[in-house]
T-cell receptor, first 112, second 115 residues
Framework: AQSVSQHNHHVILSEAASLELGCNYS??????LFWYVQYPGQHLQLLLK??????LVKGIKGFEAEFIKSKFSFNLRKPSVQWSDTAEYFC??????????FGDGTTLTVKP | GAGVSQSPSNKVTEKGKDVELRCDPI?????LYWYRQSLGQGLEFLIY????????KSGLPSDRFSAERTGGSVSTLTIQRTQQEDSAVYLC?????????????FGPGTRLTVL
């Protein structure tokens, strides 16, 4: 069975700081990888996804993530965060069978 | 249709009562998930339906929890004899397995409060 580990439970940054949120997964086969975001009071929504090709994936709002197969990692990055990036971020892995597994989430607080 | 819808949006109940939560997935989506999100906690997987296959119930926390999906569309999550620790936001998501690489679309959730 697959599992997902997010290393940071709560991250606090000042505006313009760089962000990297760690995500490692455990699964031996082909996976699809996702980052979802939940802004305060809003639905969970897709931030970016990887399924094949270029391991550096770009998503909305300047976010990107890099798939490193040898490390089973899919870390999320943003060069310069904004106050509006304050949200909860979830990493998820899905196999071709369809079932997805989510990490426990990382709460990002950006101080203005 | 538009997106995933859930009803009710809020439910307050007394300890020991049964509750039913409803999810209407995006039309044509074959996969449906239920999750629970408690305050300050991550997403807790509850149950997964995929087409006509037997559901994956491995995440249901106790036998007080059950879910069904009728006609491959609408799903109902039932909690019997509710306890205070059942208070949480219950999220439903659907996806079209095999395309879009299983991206999940989430509903707004049902906030359950057990007094």
């Amino acid at each position: 069975a697959q599992s997902v580990s997010q290393h940071n439970h709560h991250v606090i940054l000042s505006e313009a700081a760089s962000l990297e949120l760690g995500c490692n997964y455990s699964y031996g086969g082909t996976v699809n990888l996702f980052w979802y975001v939940q802004y305060p009071g809003q639905h969970l929504q897709l931030l970016l996804k990887y399924f094949s090709g270029d391991p550096l994936v770009k998503g909305i709002k300047g976010f990107e993530a890099e798939f490193i197969k040898s490390k089973f990692s899919f870390n999320l990055r943003k060069p310069s965060v904004q106050w509006s990036d304050t949200a909860e971020y979830f990493c998820a892995v899905s196999t071709n069978a369809g079932k997805s597994t989510f990490g426990d989430g990382t709460t990002l607080t950006v101080k203005p | 249709g538009a997106g995933v819808s859930q009803s009710p949006s809020n439910k307050v109940t007394e300890k020991g009562k049964d509750v039913e939560l409803r999810c209407d997935p995006i039309s044509g989506h074959t996969a449906l998930y239920w999750y629970r999100q408690s305050l300050g906690q991550g997403l807790e997987f509850l149950i997964y339906f995929q087409g006509n296959s037997a559901p994956d119930k491995s995440g249901l926390p106790s036998d007080r929890f059950s879910a069904e999906r009728t006609g491959g569309s609408v799903s109902t999550l039932t909690i019997q004899r509710t306890q205070q620790e059942d208070s949480a936001v219950y999220l439903c998501a659907s996806s079209l397995v095999g395309t879009d690489y299983n991206e999940q679309f989430f509903g707004p959730g049902t906030r359950l409060t057990v007094l």
